[in-house]
C-alpha cells in the first residue's frame, strides 16, 4: 500500500543489508532489471528501426494517409520548423519522439514522488507502454502508439531508478553496483534488440519487428509485477509548493543540495552532448574516413552500434567489480572523483577519434582508431552514468529523490539537444576540427569537476533528509 513518509525515520522494507538473494543484492533488485532487459529490448527495438519504417513505408503516399490525425500533425510540424520532405519529417519525429522520452521522465517523478507512489507508477507507465507497442504494429494508429510511449516512458524512468536507491540503507557501499548492474541490464537489452526487432523488421515485415519489441515489453510488465512484493513500500509526500524555511517545503540545507546535484549534472550534459555523436555523425564520419577492409570484407558501419553494446557490458562489469574490490579495502573513491574519471575517458576517446583523422590526412582511417574510440567512450560510461544515479539517489532529498532523477534523463534530452547542435558543424570543419571540439566539451567536464569538486562534496555530504523521511 502507499504511505505518507512521516517525519520520523523509520525502517523501510526492502532495505535489509542481509538480502543477497541476487548477486550479492537484494531480490528486488532481480526483478527491476528483468524488467529494464525488457524495456529496453523494446525501446531500442523501434528505434533501431523507427526511421526505416517511416521513411521506407509508413511516410510514402498510399500509407500516410491512413494515419489517423496525420495531416494535422504534419501541418503542426511544418509551421515549427518550415516545409519538410518526407525524410526530414521522419528525422523530427523520431526526435521529437526520442527527446520527449528522456524529457517526460522528470514529471514522471513528480507524480511519484508526490502523488502516487513509485511502484504503482511503474505498473502504470509500464501497462501503457505495453499498449503503445502494440498500437505501432498498425499503421493507422502510429501517433496514437508515439503518445503512448512517450506518457509511459515518462512513468517508468525516473520511478524505476528511484526504486533501485530505496532497495538500499543510506551507507550501503552495495548501491553504485547495483546501478552498475542495471546500467548491464539495459545494455543486454540493447544488444540483443537489433539482431531480433531489426532483422524481423528489415527482412520479414514492419509489423512483426514491432510485435517483438512489444513482446519485450510485455516481459518487463510481467517481471516487474512478479517482483512487486520485494519492492521498497511505496512514499509519497503531500504535494506542497516547495519553498525556504518551513512548513514542509525545502530549507535552505536540502536547497544546496539540489543546486550541488544540479551542477554535478552539468557534467552529465557535457558528456553525453559529446558521446552521443558516436550515433549522430560518427557513422556518417566512419563510411566516408574509415578504413573497413578486412580480409576482403567491407565491415558494415552499423556493425559499430554492436561493439558499442558489448564494450558497455564488458566496461560496467570490470567497474562494479573494481569498486568491490576497492570498497573492500576502504579505498573507494568520491562519486565526484570517480565522474571526473569517466568524462576524461570520454575525452581521450575524441582526442584519438581527432587525432587519428589529422595523421591520416586524406586517407583512410585505421580500423583500430574507431575501436579504440569506442574502448574509451564506453568505459567512461559505468564511471559517469551509473555513479551519477547513485549519488542523486544517496544525496538527494528523499521527498524529491524520485524528481530528480527524472532531471538525470532531463539532461539526457539537453544532451542529444547539443549533439544535433555540434551535428551542424560536421559539414564547416575539418574532421579533427569536429573531434576535437567533443574532445574540449568533455574536457571541460573534467575541469569543472577538479575545480569543484571538493566544494561540491561537502555541500552532498550534508543531511538533507529528516524533514522527507530516509531513503
Known sequence: MTQVTP???????????????????????????????????????????????????????????????????????????????????????????????????????????????????????????????????????????????????????????????RLYGPDDPRRARAFGIFLIGVNIGGFITPLVVGTLGEKVGWSQGFMAAAGGMLLAFVAYLAGRRHMPTDEVSAPKVPALGGGGGLNRRELAVILALLAVLVTEVLNIGSYNQAFNLFPVWASQHVNRTLFGFQMPVTWFSALDGVLTIVATLLAVGFWGWQSSRGREPRETTRIAIGCAMTTAGFLVLAMASALSGAGKVPLLAPIAFFVLVDGALPWVDTVMMALISRAAPARLTTTLLGVYYLSFAVGNFLVGWLGRTYETLAPAHFWGLHAAIAGSAVVFLMVMGSRLNRVLDSDARPLGGTQ
Not at 525502517?11 to 526483478?31: I, N, V, W, Y
Not at 520548423?81 to 523530427?92: K, V
Not at 501497462?127 to 504494429?137: F, K, P, S, T, Y
Open 7 to 165: 517525519e520520523r525515520p523509520v525502517a523501510k522494507p526492502g532495505r535489509d543489508s542481509d538480502d543477497t538473494a541476487f548477486f550479492g543484492h537484494p531480490r528486488g533488485l532481480g526483478f527491476i532489471v528483468t524488467a529494464e532487459v525488457g524495456w529496453s529490448f523494446a525501446y531500442y527495438g523501434m528505434v533501431s528501426i523507427l526511421t526505416l519504417y517511416m521513411t521506407q513505408r509508413l511516410f510514402t503516399p498510399g500509407h500516410m494517409e491512413h494515419i489517423w490525425g496525420f495531416a494535422a500533425y504534419s501541418r503542426v510540424l511544418q509551421t515549427l520548423f518550415g516545409a519538410m520532405t518526407p525524410l526530414a519529417l521522419a528525422s523530427q519525429t523520431f526526435g521529437l519522439v526520442t527527446g520527449l522520452i528522456y524529457a517526460t521522465p522528470i514529471l514522471g517523478g513528480l507524480l511519484g514522488d508526490r502523488w502516487i507512489g513509485q511502484g504503482r507508477a511503474v505498473m502504470i507507465g509500464l501497462g501503457v507502454l505495453v499498449a503503445g507497442h502494440l498500437a505501432l504494429i498498425a499503421e493507422q494508429s502510429f501517433l496514437i502508439a508515439i503518445a503512448l510511449l512517450i506518457v509511459g516512458g515518462g512513468l517508468v524512468k525516473s520511478n524505476l531508478l528511484g526504486q533501485i536507491g
